[in-house]
């Protein structure tokens, strides 16, 4: 097939050119800036907001894969503008092509942020739309190469972590859910919605632990109030500015007592299943993160 994908310079989206690659298709992908080439892969100058460039970036394309997204915004226009009207310039480009659309599992509760209220109405806009559609809610995503788990790790091998008050988490190697993607670009005529996780439900105390042994340290939790994670978010906002990992935004999503995967909604075993154990993704991505500094 050939492939036209929204974020493929970002973290899910380059292990998806990976995985389309090693499969045999080819890619086409959308870019803001210049990008290398590569073996089977044109890279679309443009954005979402550009029209244009979005059906140059479908011309030819036997499916698409909409990954680009807004994780953080200054304020709710920013999401509004990333994942709202992104996604619908993306859906009307698309037309009657297979559409693999990757949202989050924070659409699940939209009341609880502006990210999760924005990824639920973008989710709407594809459920609506005349494509041959399928929406994936992806938990936490690591691996090499990811910086939303990076201040965990850093924190790890100081022996602390910070954690919002107690729940269940769950995560998805990025590998296993580009794998995902993939296949699903192949599954035609298919209007599903998936939650997708590795299969291992933790505590946010038992992520912490894993961590710690992946960098090889003892991790003390420290399980921190609402009130306290909004004076760190005001904190964090004012020492990194629009880098912040940790905004008003995420305090009450963080806080939600369960972020893991419902049975019910995860992928057919025999579609897909996760390939990477959880300490095994957690020690390659703390492998990583040492190489990188």
Known sequence: MILALTGGTGFVGRATIEHALSAGHKVRALTRRPASDRAGVTWVPGALSDAASLAALVDGADAVVHIAGVVNA?????????????????????????????????????QLSVYGWSKHEAETVVAKS???????????????????????????????AFLPPPGRVSLIHVEDLARLLVILAARKGARELFEVDDGYTLTHADLAAAIGRAVGRRVMPMHL??????LGARLDRALRGDGAKLTLDRVDYLSHPDWTARPEMRPPVTLWEPGIPLHAGLAQTARSYVIAR
């Open 225 to 230: 109030p609402k009130p306290l994670m909004r």
């Open 130 to 160: 005349d494509t041959d559609w399928t929406i994936v809610r992806p938990t936490g995503v690591y691996g090499p190469g990811d910086t939303e788990l990076r201040d965990m790790f850093r924190l790890a091998r100081g022996g602390l």
């Open 74 to 110: 200054p304020d709710r226009a920013g999401f509004v503008a990333g994942n709202i009207e992104g996604t619908k310039a993306v859906v009307a480009a698309t037309g009657q092509r297979r559409l693999v659309h990757v949202s989050s599992l924070s659409a699940r509760e939209p």
